[in-house]
C-alpha cells in the first residue's frame, strides 16, 4: 500500500528581524508550528527605508540569521507592501502569519490564504534592545570621563 504523503502546508511571515532576538525566535517557532515549512519575507534595507525604520545588520546579515534558526526554511527578500499576494501564489502558501501588533492588517488576504495573527512575546523589541545598548555605552562613557577627571587631577597635584 503506498504512503500518502500529505502535501507541504507552507506558512508565510514578513519582518525586518534586526538584532534577532527571543521575541522574534518564539514568532518563528510558533509559526512554524502552524505548517511543515516556514518562509520568511525579510525586509530589504531599501523596503525598511519605505517603513521608516533603519536596521543595525543589513539585509544580508539578518537574512543569514533567519536561515541559521532550525524553525525557517527559507528566505526571500521584502521589497515592498504589495508583494504579499504574489508570494502567496508563487509559494502555494497555505497560513499567512504575523505578530498581533498588525492585528487586522493584512485581513484582506484572507481571500486568497489563512490569515493568522500571534501574540507578541512581551518585555523584548529590538528598539529595547538599542536602548539597552545605549544606556551600556553611556555608563562606559560616563566612567572613562571620570577616570580621566581622576588622572587630570593627580596630573595637576605632581
Ligand atoms: N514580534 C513579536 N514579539 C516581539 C517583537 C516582535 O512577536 N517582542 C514579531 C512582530 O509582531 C512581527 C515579527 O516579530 O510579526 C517581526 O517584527 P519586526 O522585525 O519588527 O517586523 P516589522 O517591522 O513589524 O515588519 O510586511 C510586514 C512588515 O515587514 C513587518
New binding site residues.
Given amino acids: 500500500m503506498n504512503k500518502v504523503i500529505s502535501p507541504q502546508r507552507r506558512v508565510l ?6 538584532l534577532f ?4 525566535v ?3 517557532k510558533r509559526i512554524a508550528d502552524l505548517g511543515d515549512e516556514l518562509i520568511v ?1 525579510c ?1 530589504t534595507d531599501g ?2 527605508e519605505l ?1 521608516g ?1 533603519k536596521s543595525i545588520f543589513p539585509y544580508e546579515e539578518r537574512a543569514e540569521i533567519l536561515l541559521s534558526c532550525k524553525y525557517v526554511s527559507q528566505v526571500i527578500p ?1 521589497q515592498s ?1 504589495e508583494q ?1 499576494e504574489s508570494d502567496i501564489e508563487t509559494y502555494g502558501i497555505d497560513c499567512f ?6 492585528a487586522g ?2 485581513d484582506y488576504l484572507e481571500g486568497i490564504t489563512r490569515v493568522v495573527y ?9 528598539t ?1 534592545v538599542k536602548d539597552v545598548v545605549g544606556a551600556v555605552i553611556e555608563d562606559k562613557k560616563k566612567r572613562l570621563r571620570n577616570a580621566a577627571k581622576l588622572l587630570n587631577e593627580v596630573i595637576d597635584r605632581m
Fill in positions: 511571515t514578513y519582518g525586518t528581524f534586526d532576538h527571543v521575541g522574534h518564539r514568532l518563528l519575507g525586509s523596503f525598511n517603513k525604520k521584502e507592501w504579499k502569519a504575523m505578530g498581533d501588533d498588525w492588517q493584512f500571534l501574540p507578541r512575546t512581551p518585555g523584548i523589541s529590538t529595547h
